[in-house]
DNA sequence: GCAATAGTGTCTGTAAGACAGTATATT
DNA sequence: AATATACTGTCTTACAGACACTATTGC
């Protein structure tokens, strides 16, 4: 017998409402990247009254468009606002969204409300996938006040997920791949400043592979979105290093342009 | 006072159903891009009894996904089988799909029975951009025997379009132009046979730019995915070229691994 | 001195970009 | 001969890719 005083029954509150001011066969999803000790993390988010983490996601308002409802979404969940977040694809597969713990007739029971088999929460849902990138140090991942768990994870030791989540994360890193080769990153995922050692790495982490720390440094400076300061970061054991900026004119320009890294 | 023998009024049959096997506010756009006589076309669909031109479009099965529905759509509108169809956006902007000349009380009147202002079909609706090329050969334009008219437009030359369509096929040429700079295309564009100024001048055509020669076929040999025969295309008034066909092992390699344009 | 990491310079091969002259076909 | 288009070769320069030694810091 499920006890109907939890907090379950408040989140089904909204399940059970008509739903009339969203789209109804539409949602959102976001894949958030963060970077840190240089492993790439994935903000997932848990309810703590059912079982699979899945991604930051909702459903979109009749008075929004699709980017603005993954900020919102983005904002709501993780308390991240203003993020760059990139479309880049739709997941529609019949039957995408399917749970077989998940029924009309559980659903009864834990509401006791009559739940017609055909209600808009079992229906066949799209969703557009976003990602973006951010830094690992600006998110507060305190889910405590709230009804959900938010919590990062390894990319590489992801939790079982929720419907076909797993395979939105794989096809956003293969998005964000993709990106990284044809556009520079890391003003997002970096602290202002920043060390050659620290931005190689975040390369080499999300590409997933080794790069030349000599043609690497000479890449980015001769394209001129780096620059090096007179400061060093102090460090233990070893040569400290010394800090760089970005040049934001160079670096949006060779956002627009494109450029290649092989 | 409007004639409702007319064929306008089939079409309202449709509209007037409770499209209950259909995704609700989502739908497909197909910018096919046709290649003919120097000019890139795009093909557009016309019903009769009403104005504005538009993409071949429209609503998904909730037992299929987007590409097979974008597939479907193209072959019941242009007969065209097999393509490869590339979602490039999700377009969303709310009242994307109102129309000022389109409206409860136009359908009323129409169609002759009371149509709630809340009708489907006048409710927020996001649509999933795709575009493809096609060989402009293959497609038989004879909409005569159909509802819609179906027309080839050049790209520079388009009529008023249907709500955002002309924004779609913007961000479709942008789309279509960045996948040009990263991987081969062609294969679905030329005969089998083709010569070089034939490839160059379709490359210069998509670009919007002229190139080389020489250092355009030195590129695509070099890469090895065109390969020269012994045959001659023969031309009048001056020397008559070679033909030239692709090399479809080395063409899905670029494919696959991504090749740089500049 | 040793360990650990940062930083820098050079060579080589390849490919891009610029460029001009020859070949073929028609009138 | 004049015209129109096709075809090819070379030079220069820039960059990618490979590679090895020196510098700094703490122990």
Redesign the pocket.
Known sequence: MIDKTNKLFDVFQFFTSDNKDYLRNLAVDNVIFGYHEKELKVLLVHNPYTNPWMLPGGYIKKTEDVETAASRVAQQRTGLQDLFLKQFKVFSAPGRNKDPHFTPAVLSEITGKTIDKNHWLFDQIATVGFYTLVEFSKVSVDGSSQEEEVKWFDINDLPPLLHDHDKIITEALKALRHHIYHYPIGYELLPEKF????IRILYQTILGKEM????F???LT??GIIE?LEE?????????????VFNKEMYNQALDQG????
Chains 1, 2 share one sequence.
Request: proline fraction near 6%.
């Open positions: 060390t050659l050692p620290d030349d720390d000599r043609n440094a000479r890449k001769s394209l090096k060093i970061k102090h460090t233990r054991g070893h040569r400290s290093p010394y800090l760089y450029i290649f890294f092989s």
